[in-house]
């Protein structure tokens, strides 16, 4: 009411001429040393900065109607924006400095197939917002920072990982935050390009967060992938670490723009897998690529040396011992275990039996929906074709175990060439064993010991075939990602060229990769547009429909004669028949009604009020 008040008042003092006060507040995309004014009437303001990069100032006029902001530095070169905005009393929405402030963007979610099987987060720990992109300085310890952008691999293949200690500001949409931090470099293979990603730690939390990371995306055109993976495992429930934009400043050096998402965090762990804050964690492996091979997660016998491809990472410190690796290994002694039992006891046995006694310790349903969407993503670096960016988590709460996948950059790219994936596009045909084709590649050896023998047990390789079919029509349809990834295309289309020039002029002696990648690239990968030019490193084969297209349709003939009845795990939708009449379609109907209900009852409620006083 205050607000609208206030619009009234302005407009009236505005409609017979008088001076009013005008706020504005507008976030840079230049360093500090850039001033910032905004200029209406043939007049310029400096405004004030309020909160890096957020700047704020009141102007007393008589009318302002149109208005646009302009930066200056020391030597008085100007940059003007490219757009002419309408001033708005009631605006509460921060503007951002040259960026079209009509677009209006909604991004859909994408429909789940799947009955939930953990929370996905907390009040305290939401997921961040989808339609927004974040802006986020470092100011850094200069000579610290130095050291991590130029020296981000000390010795050839020895990742740096020193920190650096900054003071951090993000401002949203609409708010700001500040405290102190450091910053570290994240990935082993991000780290060959120039634009490289930071892990960063906050003091105080953000959104519920102590850390967070921001990734580069620096090998595609789009900057999309990352994202549409993330969702399509989400749309499936299977927990995984969520993100949105950001756009990144360190010191006097624009990076341009990032994603910003979550880390494999205890916080995140006890959020989105227990669904309470205050839960605690377990143990958790990140897995990773060993020097003699991908094991699938075969049993060695109960000695820490030999599993040193899985490294300990978040975990209960009042129940394990850190300084004891045998203590911190157990869990994943049990697991391999636990697992080799069922192979050589239950996995010949076609029997419901044998599927409950492997549920026992481990979440099945979770594992084959992260490995359909593996599958259908042709996710080159994760869980089924290479063990990798993902984790082997013990739930203490259920006495179980689970997988956790993380960092999707060498998605929807096809085979790249790799070896290890049939030649001549016969990959996009194979639904089922696509990740089995080469498994005695040089140098290294492949063991899908793991997958293999789930795989082998029909009920559960027919449980996957149902996911598969299920998600193949739904998130995974044509026309479904179409509008997700041209709504994200709406949401960050106005930064595309920006990041591709300032990621080009980075100030580094590092000699990193760089992919010069231009607007016309980003709107034609989405679809089906190639990106082979001389002046990019990573050349994209396939845009991001194509390939789904491509995919999608070759699984959905696979999966074509599946019965996709609904079990215990499914949605029932529409036009499905079931004998489980409390599905979530009714219920959302019903609370539809109720909500109908309601918001006609307060009508005519505030109808009579008025109509009697």
Not at 46 to 51: D, F, G, I, M, R
Not at 331 to 342: I, M, R, S, T, Y
Not at 542 to 566: H, M, P
Request: a negative charge; proline letters at 4%; aromatic letters at 14%.
């Amino acid at each position: 009411m205050n607000i609208k008040l206030t619009g009234f008042v302005l407009s009236t003092l505005i409609a017979l001429g008088e001076a009013a006060q005008y706020t504005f507040n507008v976030v840079s995309i230049y360093p500090p040393y850039m001033s910032v004014f905004v200029k209406y009437n043939g007049i310029e303001t400096q405004l004030t900065e309020k909160v890096f990069p957020l700047y704020s100032g009141t102007v007393t006029a008589d009318n302002i109607t149109k208005y646009s902001y302009v930066l200056k530095d020391a030597q008085s070169n100007v940059i003007s924006e490219s757009y002419e905005r309408t001033y708005t009393a009631d605006n509460k929405i921060y503007d951002v400095f040259d960026r079209d402030p009509n677009v209006k963007v909604n991004i859909p979610e994408l429909p789940e197939p799947f009955r939930d099987l953990f929370k996905l987060g907390t009040k305290k720990f939401k997921a961040f917002p989808k339609n927004e992109i974040f802006n986020v300085y470092l100011k850094c310890d200069e000579a610290s920072y130095n050291s991590l952008k130029n020296t981000p691999f000390t010795e050839p293949h020895k990742p740096n990982k020193s920190t650096c200690p900054c003071d951090i500001n993000i401002v949203t949409s609409d708010s700001t935050f500040q405290t102190n931090g450091t910053i570290h470099v994240i990935g082993y293979g991000s780290r060959q390009y120039k634009k490289l990603s930071y892990g960063l730690k906050f003091e105080e939390k953000f959104l519920g967060r102590k850390s967070v990371k921001i990734r580069s995306l620096a090998s595609d055109p789009t900057l999309i992938r990352e994202r549409l993976s993330t969702e399509l495992y989400n749309a499936v429930g299977v927990p995984v670490q969520e993100s949105t934009y950001a756009r990144l400043i360190i010191n006097d050096d624009t990076l341009g723009l990032y994603s910003f998402g979550d880390t494999l965090s205890s916080n995140w762990i006890s959020a989105y897998v227990h669904g309470d804050g205050k839960a605690k964690v377990g143990m958790t492996y990140k897995m990773y690529i060993s020097e003699d091979g991908l094991f699938g997660l075969k049993n060695f016998g109960p000695d820490p040396d030999k599993y040193r491809a899985y490294r300990v990472d978040e975990f209960d410190q009042d129940k394990y011992d850190q300084e004891d690796d045998n203590s911190l290994y157990q869990p994943l002694f049990n697991f391999v275990q636990l697992f080799e039992d069922w192979v050589n006891n239950y996995s010949d046995d076609p029997s419901e039996n044998s599927v409950k006694k492997l549920e026992e310790f481990l979440n099945v349903e979770v594992t084959l929906r992260m490995m359909v969407i593996d599958a259908l993503v042709l996710a080159l670096d994760n869980f089924w074709l290479t063990c990798t960016n993902a984790a082997l988590y013990y739930n203490p709460e259920k006495n179980i175990y689970q997988f956790l996948p993380y960092d999707f950059d060498l998605t929807f790219q096809g085979s790249r060439d790799i070896e290890t994936l049939a030649p001549n596009e016969e990959y996009f045909q194979d639904c089922e064993t696509w990740a089995n084709y080469n498994d005695q590649f040089s140098p290294r050896n492949t063991d899908h010991y793991f997958t293999r023998n789930l795989m082998k047990h029909p009920l559960i390789a027919q449980r996957y075939r149902v996911i598969l079919a299920k998600t193949t029509r739904l998130p995974f349809n044509e026309q479904t990602v179409s509008n997700f990834i041209h709504e994200i295309a709406n949401l960050i289309r106005g930064d595309i060229q920006w990041n591709f020039d300032v990621s080009a002029q980075y100030n580094s002696l590092y000699d990193g990769k760089i992919n010069q990648f231009t607007l016309e690239d980003f709107e034609n990968n989405l679809d089906s547009g190639k990106v082979e030019h001389d002046n990019v490193r990573d050349e994209q084969k396939y845009g991001i429909l194509e390939l789904v297209r491509k995919r999608g349709e070759a699984c959905a003939a696979y999966t074509e004669n599946i019965d996709i009845s609904v079990n215990e795990h499914d949605i029932l939708r529409k036009g499905e028949k079931n004998g489980d009449e409390n599905n979530n379609d009714d219920d959302d109907d019903k609370s539809s009604d109720s909500q109908h209900s309601l918001e006609i009852g307060f009508t005519l409620l505030f109808t009579l009020i008025y109509l009697f006083f």
